[in-house]
């Protein structure tokens, strides 16, 4: 059988059972998926190899206490989460990148830009602008909203996993998503009205 | 819930419901007679809309991992076993197999303690026992090394003083390496199983052990082999538990100590006394 497609369960159990090769594979197979998920955190490369890592050393710490009762990968999700919002804690607060900041002239004006008539050779740059913009938004949502939005939005969980992975009820889940969901509203409105002339 | 009663901030708290199209239907028809009268929450519901439709593009960005991930990871949990190792020297498992692809080694980096004696176990301790063709002691070094490749898919178990220490599940091909540190006085026993076999195996202690007893079980005389001789033992025999006799008098050399029993004790190059049955 192909390693890579072993079931976690299976590689749970015999990892639990002391078979160190069964916990290299789970972490071969889980740690790309991991690093994209800290990385959107993050956006960071550095810190979110740590938060992985340190992520996958509570995973082997824990790992003989998992039950199974949610899938491996919600219980990674949980785990990677709290490693974020921990390392986060303990560094001092890092200079954000600011939509407002970042337009800002020397002389405290801000820069407008003009939009291009011509739309389609620019339409992929506008695209991958306002990709970045989204991107940078996100980043200056507070951590816990953050997650949450990377979890629904990137990472494509539904509200229940979001719910078991942060172990919330799914109507705070829900509730929480909206708010952060409006805070970005207010980050990407304004962020479009310095883009208009 | 009439518009009156629904207004601007609450009905923002409905915006992804609504969206999503799970409002239930009476305050969906409440939302919207708000929305209708109301031309900035209209605005603001608009731009929710596009906010949601950017927020999609998230899952679509490329994100490359970075060649080091896994060499963190494996070095971090590195760092983790050896602080174990530190705090409990029995057995601790070294996966440095994560960085590199194909077969992983094992490593298995045992800090022995203690001794087995004849009238009962010590303070902790391993005897590994191994059978299998393909268990090999290494001498060449400050430690011994035991060095084990299994030919199929088994279970290696290696326990002391009728206590489990740990249990491995092998791949065939997978190589299983550790060094057997003794940290005490005199020998430890560690029994080695693979596939219904035993191999035990004594590794002498820091210090030369004077020992008066002349007869016990076989293990025991593998311990006290080991002390005399200052060497490491390899038992491989069907019964382990039997008593025998023997005697280090008259500098007797090891194929000389056991009396009269039907066990062969060999000398090997490595410096290895080998007993194995007759």
Redesign the interface.
């Known amino acids: 059988m192909s390693e890579r497609y072993l079931d976690d369960q299976m590689l749970i159990s015999?990892a639990q059972?002391?078979?160190?090769?069964?916990?290299?594979q789970l972490?071969?197979k889980h740690?790309?998926r991991a690093?994209?998920y800290a990385?959107?955190l993050t956006r960071n490369?550095e810190e979110a190899?740590?938060v992985?890592?340190?992520a996958?050393?509570r995973v082997?710490?824990a790992l003989h206490n998992f039950k199974g009762q949610s899938a491996f990968t919600t219980w990674l999700y949980r785990i990677l989460t709290n490693c974020f919002l921990d390392i986060r804690k303990k560094e001092r607060s890092r200079p954000s990148i600011s939509l407002e900041a970042a337009l800002l002239t020397p002389d405290g004006e801000l820069e407008r830009q003009v939009e291009d008539p011509n739309r389609t050779p620019h339409e992929e740059a506008e695209r991958n602008e306002?990709?970045r913009n989204?991107?940078s938004a996100?980043a200056m949502l507070p951590e816990y909203q953050r997650a949450m939005?990377?979890m629904y939005?990137?990472?494509?969980m539904s509200y229940e996993e979001i719910a078991s992975a942060l172990d919330l009820p799914i109507g705070t889940v829900?509730?929480r998503?909206?708010r952060a969901?409006?805070s970005?509203?207010e980050l990407?409105?304004k962020d479009e009205e310095l883009f208009r002339i | 819930m009439g518009t009156t009663t629904m207004n601007q901030e609450k009905a923002?708290?409905f915006?992804?419901?609504y969206y999503e199209g799970t409002l239930e239907a009476g305050l969906s028809q409440t939302f919207e007679q708000r929305l209708k009268a109301d031309s900035q929450l209209q605005d603001?519901y608009r731009?929710?809309e596009?906010?949601?439709s950017?927020?999609?593009?998230?899952?679509?960005?490329e994100?490359e991992?970075?060649s080091?991930?896994?060499d963190?990871?494996a070095?971090?949990?590195e760092e983790?076993q050896e602080k174990a190792k530190a705090k409990n020297p029995v057995w601790t498992?070294w996966?440095r197999?994560?960085a590199f692809g194909g077969v992983?080694t094992?490593a298995i980096l045992g800090a022995i303690a203690g001794y087995y004696r004849t009238e009962g176990p010590s303070t902790s301790q391993i005897v590994p026992t191994s059978t299998s063709d393909s268990l090999k002691l290494d001498t060449s070094g400050p430690n011994v090394v035991m060095n084990y490749q299994s030919s199929q898919r088994e279970q290696m178990s290696i326990s002391s003083g009728g206590t489990l220490l740990?249990?491995?599940?092998?791949?065939a091909g997978?190589r299983v390496k550790s060094p057997l540190e003794n940290d005490q006085a005199g020998a430890a026993l560690f029994e080695v199983s693979v596939r219904g076999k035993t191999t035990v195996i004594a590794i002498p202690g820091t210090q030369r052990q004077t020992s008066n007893a002349t007869s016990g079980t076989l293990k025991a005389f593998a311990a006290a082999m080991a002390d005399f001789y200052r060497t490491p033992v390899e038992l491989e025999v069907a019964d382990a538990e039997k008593t025998v006799n023997w005697s280090f008098e008259g500098g007797r050399s090891a194929a000389g100590a056991l009396q009269g029993a039907p066990y062969s004790v060999v000398e090997l190059d490595n410096g290895v006394i080998e007993i194995k049955d007759r």
Do not use: C, W
């Open positions: 015999r059972g002391g078979d160190r090769s069964a916990f290299n972490i071969r740690e790309a690093y994209q990385y959107r490369p190899s740590d992985v890592a340190e996958f050393v082997y710490n306002r990709e989204v991107e996100v939005i990377v939005h990137a990472e494509m829900k509730s998503l909206n969901r409006l970005l509203r990407l409105v | 923002r708290e915006f992804s419901a603001e731009t929710f596009a906010t949601m950017e927020l999609d593009t998230l899952k679509f960005e994100i991992i970075p080091f991930l896994s963190r990871i070095t971090r949990l983790v498992l996966l197999g994560l992983a094992l740990k249990s491995l599940n092998l791949d997978t």
